[in-house]
């Protein structure tokens, strides 16, 4: 009996988490499946084209996961403000991302318009593979101006979608990014390869198309959240005011403005650990960009049962079940790492055919290929270090999870590329092998964090 009861429990828990997750993976999927095939067309224009938008995706990546890092301290509390039924803390939460998003896209269109060339010039290097590095910084530089205009409207999308999903709707995220995605494809085919008696624009036809499809994406889900007030009534009066409470605002920043520093953090470490890559040629540029690009359209999964960590267990700690969100978070956990290990050896399949779609050489795509099998390896290793993440970030240990996330990328992970790219002769694999092994210390750390519990609490009712 206690073990049927336990079958039935994991099966309506597991419904429950797929209800939150597939969206999210539907989405992302499909945003990375079309950039997937984004990289695809700019790889058929050459090396050259395709390392150089490889390096500025990496540069926004940059200012993408600190909006994903500012938010999420919000986001922390939007989760645990709607598990209590609290919809002007939601509004307030909402306000506070409004305001920190526009102060961001400000920062980083400074950056990028003044330190743009030097950044990029931050990953090219001569090498003995050769390659034109004077047309990748032209292509990559054609391709930052234009791609800058979809700052604001990425920013304003992540307003939306994070905290639509974090009161648990994620149904109309997932729409308004296929909207998004499919624009994307049909201006990609438009603009690069100048078809419909377009010009043929290259990489920046690729650039105008992701700002095109931003824009839509972000009309399809405000439109939406203001035309259904009833099932999102944080959307009603919430351009009433832009004032967000002192007390929260400090609350807030107390636990989410060091999310952002670690997101910050994490991925200036991820940057500075591509361009220790780079140190080996636009090779390895570009076997680098193409094992990554079918990585992100692997990972989708795990990454929608953190997300799922973050929303389920944080509305279960905001509503006061703290030993059931005990419960519920190791189930959670073990979902998502199972699933990620059938879905590393399907990965693992393709790590040979996927390269050659290509037009790049065979030095790149056997680069990719290696690169492949060792992420496909390690795919349940990132799956069960990142729903630890989520489930310590979930009850406010912001700078535990800093410590645990950014910090560690810097103080441990770069170092061991740097030495390796510098003082040693090791290939590009063994450089990329030795940051993966660094994420077996991080899943320890997160199991004794998770184990000992110092993520279960209430932090909308707590005091300061």
């Given at each position: 009996?206690?073990?049927?009861?336990?079958?039935?429990?994991?099966?309506?828990?597991?419904?429950?988490?797929?209800?939150i997750?597939i969206?999210?993976?539907?989405?992302?999927?499909?945003?990375?499946?079309?950039?997937?095939?984004?990289?695809?067309?700019?790889?058929?224009?050459?090396?050259?084209?395709?390392?150089?938008?490889?390096?500025?995706?990496?540069?926004?990546?940059?200012?993408?996961?600190?909006?994903?890092?500012?938010?999420?301290?919000?986001?922390?509390?939007?989760?645990?403000?709607?598990?209590?039924?609290?919809?002007?803390?939601?509004?307030?939460?909402?306000?506070?991302?409004?305001?920190?998003?526009?102060?961001?896209?400000?920062?980083?269109?400074?950056?990028?318009?003044?330190?743009?060339?030097?950044?990029?010039?931050?990953?090219?290097?001569?090498?003995?593979?050769?390659?034109?590095?004077?047309?990748?910084?032209?292509?990559?530089?054609?391709?930052?101006?234009?791609?800058?205009?979809?700052?604001?409207?990425?920013?304003?999308?992540?307003?939306?979608?994070?905290?639509?999903?974090?009161?648990?709707?994620?149904?109309?995220?997932?729409?308004?990014?296929?909207?998004a995605?499919?624009?994307?494809?049909?201006?990609?085919?438009?603009?690069?390869?100048?078809?419909?008696?377009?010009?043929?624009?290259?990489?920046?036809?690729?650039?105008?198309?992701?700002?095109?499809?931003?824009?839509?994406?972000?009309?399809?889900?405000?439109?939406?959240?203001?035309?259904?007030?009833?099932?999102?009534?944080?959307?009603?009066?919430?351009?009433?005011?832009?004032?967000?409470?002192?007390?929260?605002?400090?609350?807030?920043s107390?636990?989410?403005?060091?999310?952002?520093?670690?997101?910050?953090?994490?991925?200036?470490?991820?940057?500075?650990?591509?361009?220790?890559?780079?140190?080996?040629?636009?090779?390895?540029?570009?076997?680098?960009?193409?094992?990554?690009?079918?990585?992100?359209?692997?990972?989708v999964?795990?990454?929608?049962?953190?997300?799922?960590?973050?929303?389920?267990?944080?509305a279960?700690?905001?509503?006061?079940?703290?030993?059931?969100?005990?419960?519920?978070?190791?189930?959670i956990?073990?979902?998502?790492?199972?699933?990620?290990?059938?879905?590393?050896?399907?990965?693992?399949?393709?790590?040979?055919?996927?390269?050659?779609?290509?037009?790049?050489?065979?030095?790149?795509?056997?680069?990719?290929?290696?690169?492949?099998?060792?992420?496909?390896?390690?795919l349940?290793?990132?799956?069960?270090?990142?729903?630890?993440?989520?489930?310590?970030?979930?009850?406010?240990?912001?700078?535990?999870?800093?410590?645990?996330?950014?910090?560690?990328?810097?103080?441990?992970?770069?170092?061991a590329?740097?030495?390796?790219?510098?003082?040693?002769?090791?290939?590009?694999?063994?450089?990329?092998?030795?940051?993966?092994?660094?994420?077996?210390?991080?899943?320890?750390?997160?199991?004794?964090?998770?184990?000992?519990?110092?993520?279960?609490?209430?932090?909308?009712?707590?005091?300061?």
């Open positions: 009996m206690n073990i049927r009861n336990t079958i039935e429990d994991n099966r309506k828990l597991f419904k429950k988490v797929l209800l997750a969206p999210i993976m539907i989405q992302n999927g499909f945003t990375n499946f079309v950039n997937l095939l984004d990289n695809i067309m700019v790889g058929r224009l050459g090396t050259e084209p395709m390392s150089g938008v490889a390096i500025v995706t990496q540069l926004i990546f940059i200012f993408n996961l600190c909006i994903f890092g500012g938010f999420s301290g919000a986001g922390i509390f939007t989760s645990q403000y709607n598990g209590k039924n609290d919809q002007e803390g939601v509004r307030n939460t909402f306000r506070f991302k409004f305001i920190l998003g526009i102060i961001l896209v400000l920062l980083a269109v400074l950056v990028f318009e003044i330190f743009g060339d030097r950044l990029i010039g931050f990953y090219l290097h001569e090498s003995e593979d050769g390659g034109d590095l004077a047309l990748t910084l032209s292509c990559a530089r054609e391709y930052l101006n234009v791609i800058l205009f979809s700052l604001p409207g990425f920013a304003l999308v992540q307003c939306y979608a994070s905290t639509m999903r974090e009161c648990g709707q994620t149904v109309v995220p997932m729409r308004a990014g296929i909207a995605v499919l624009v994307n494809l049909f201006f990609n085919w438009v603009f690069i390869f100048g078809n419909l008696g377009m010009p043929e624009m290259g990489v920046r036809g690729a650039a105008l198309a992701t700002v095109i499809s931003r824009y839509v994406e972000l009309s399809v889900i405000m439109v939406w959240a203001h035309r259904h007030t009833d099932k999102l009534p944080f959307a009603s009066g919430l351009y009433r005011t832009l004032r967000v409470p002192a007390n929260l605002i400090s609350r807030i107390s636990k989410g403005m060091i999310l952002l520093v670690n997101e910050l953090m994490w991925s200036l470490g991820l940057s500075l650990i591509s361009q220790c890559y780079s140190l080996r040629g636009l090779n390895a540029v570009a076997g680098v960009n193409i094992a990554e690009t079918l990585n992100n359209l692997f990972k999964v795990f990454l929608a049962f953190g997300n799922s960590v973050g929303i389920i267990v944080g279960l700690l905001g509503a006061g079940k703290m030993e059931e969100a005990v419960e519920t978070d190791r189930r956990i073990g979902y998502s790492v199972i699933i990620s290990s059938f879905i590393g050896l399907i990965m693992f399949l393709f790590s040979g055919l996927f390269p050659q779609i290509y037009n790049t050489n065979d030095s790149a795509r056997a680069i990719a290929s290696s690169l492949i099998v060792l992420q496909a390896i390690f349940p290793v990132e799956a069960f270090k990142n729903a630890t993440y989520f489930t310590v970030r979930s009850g406010g240990r912001t700078f535990v999870t800093f410590l645990f996330d950014g910090f560690s990328m810097i103080a441990v992970s770069y170092p590329a740097f030495i390796l790219s510098r003082f040693t002769e090791a290939p590009v694999t063994l450089i990329f092998l030795s940051v993966q092994l660094t994420g077996l210390l991080k899943c320890l750390v997160g199991y004794i964090l998770v184990k000992k519990r110092v993520w279960v609490r209430n932090i909308v009712t707590e005091s300061k």
